[in-house]
Nanobody
Framework: EVQLVESGGGSVTAGGSLTLSCKPS??????MAWFRRAPGKEREGVAL????????SYADSVQGRFAIAQDNAENTLHLQMNSLKPEDTAMYYC?????????????????????WGQGTQVTVSS
């Protein structure tokens, strides 16, 4: 199991930006992602990247505002968050997992990820 350490959370006003980073303890897994959980809500997949072909996938709620990137030279995962809204307020978690044996694709569902970070808080005020 790979250990994941997130950083970069904080508090911003609506419309602001933040960049989250995630540093794995060893080489990244084939699929890396960010999830979030707001108080009283279910865990939600935010963004996903394949570390082999760099294919990305986003939740509809963040499409066009967030960008996920994998820096293989630094072995670090980033999530650039722009135009932040109060509804983006949540604990954000980095996750690592494997791709489907059948399709080779990564899927933005918790069941596909077996390593999780401790989380970093993002708070957006109106």
């Amino acid at each position: 199991e790979v250990q994941l350490v997130e950083s970069g959370g904080g508090s911003v006003t609506a419309g602001g930006s933040l960049t989250l980073s995630c540093k794995p303890s060893r080489s990244s897994r084939p699929c890396m992602a960010w999830f979030r959980r707001a108080p009283g809500k279910e865990r939600e997949g935010v963004a996903l990247i394949s570390t082999t072909d760099f294919t990305t996938s986003y939740a509809d709620s963040v499409q066009g505002r967030f960008a996920i990137a994998q820096d293989n030279a630094e072995n670090t995962l980033h999530l650039q968050m722009n135009s932040l809204k109060p509804e983006d307020t949540a604990m954000y978690y980095c996750a690592a997992g494997g791709a489907s044996v059948l399709t080779g694709a990564c899927y933005l569902k918790p069941v596909w990820f077996d390593s999780w970070g401790q989380g970093t808080q993002v708070t957006v005020s109106s």
